[in-house]
C-alpha cells in the first residue's frame, strides 16, 4: 500500500531539528570499562519543523490540510511518506551484485563525509527509479512498499546494481496532540512538529 505524502504548505520554516538517533546498550563494570553493543544496524531520524503562518482562508486552507493528515493518521499512530526537500535524491547508488541466483534486493543510500562513510536502507521510493545493471538501464523490475527490489530474471553473477531516483522517509509523528496558536482572524502559527522514521 502506498504511504500517504506528508503536505507542503506555504508557511512551513526551515527545520529546527534534524537528527540521527542510535540505540546502544552499555554495561559498566565497578572498575569503570564498558561493553557497548549497538542495537541498531541503521539510525532512526528525527524531524521537528515549524510553521510560522498557517492559512485558513478560502486561498489557503493550510490548517485545515494539516490538521486533516494528522488526524487521518491518528496522531502517532499510523504511518506516512516524507519527502525531505534537502535530503531525497541517490545517483548512481550501487545497492547489491548480482549471483546468478538472487532476483530480490534492497535499496540502499549511502552518505559521505569526512573521508568517512555510512549505508542505510531506503525504506520508501518516490516516483519511478532508474535501475541499472552493469550501468545498463533496466525495467524488468518490481518493487514493494519497503523498498525491496525484485528483479524478473536473476541478474548475473558479478553484476553492479545501482539505482538513480529520489525516496522518502517512513515516518510517524511523534505526539498525539497538534495545537496550533491564532495570530490573528484565520492565520494561525504552529512553533514544532515532531515526527520520526519507523523501522519495518
Not at 541517490?90 to 562513510?117: E, I
Request: charged share 20%; hydrophobic share 40%; proline share 4%.
Amino acid at each position: 500500500m502506498a504511504l500517504d505524502l506528508f503536505p507542503t504548505l506555504i508557511g512551513q520554516g526551515f527545520f529546527a531539528e534534524k537528527a540521527p538517533v542510535w540505540l546502544t546498550a552499555i554495561a559498566e563494570a565497578a572498575s569503570g570499562r564498558e561493553r557497548r553493543r549497538r542495537l541498531w544496524s541503521y539510525p532512526r531520524w528525527r524531524f521537528k519543523i515549524g510553521y510560522e503562518v498557517l492559512r485558513d482562508v478560502s486561498g489557503g486552507r493550510d490548517l485545515t490540510d494539516l490538521t486533516t493528515f494528522f488526524n487521518a493518521h491518528a496522531g502517532r499512530y499510523a504511518e506516512w511518506g516524507f519527502l525531505d526537500p534537502t535530503d531525497n535524491l541517490v545517483t548512481a547508488q550501487a545497492f547489491g551484485t548480482g549471483d546468478g541466483a538472487t532476483r530480490s534486493f534492497q535499496l540502499l543510500r549511502t552518505v559521505t563525509g569526512a573521508s568517512l562513510s555510512f549505508t542505510e536502507p531506503v525504506r520508501g521510493v518516490y516516483g519511478t527509479p532508474s535501475i541499472y545493471v552493469n550501468g545498463t538501464l533496466t525495467t524488468a523490475w518490481s518493487i514493494d512498499d519497503n523498498g525491496v527490489l525484485t528483479f524478473t530474471s536473476a541478474p548475473a553473477a558479478s553484476a553492479v546494481l545501482s539505482w538513480t531516483g529520489q525516496f522518502l522517509f517512513h515516518c510517524r509523528f511523534d505526539q498525539d496532540d497538534l495545537s496550533p496558536a491564532q495570530m490573528m482572524a484565520r492565520l494561525w502559527s504552529l512553533s514544532g512538529l515532531t515526527f520520526m522514521t519507523v523501522k519495518r
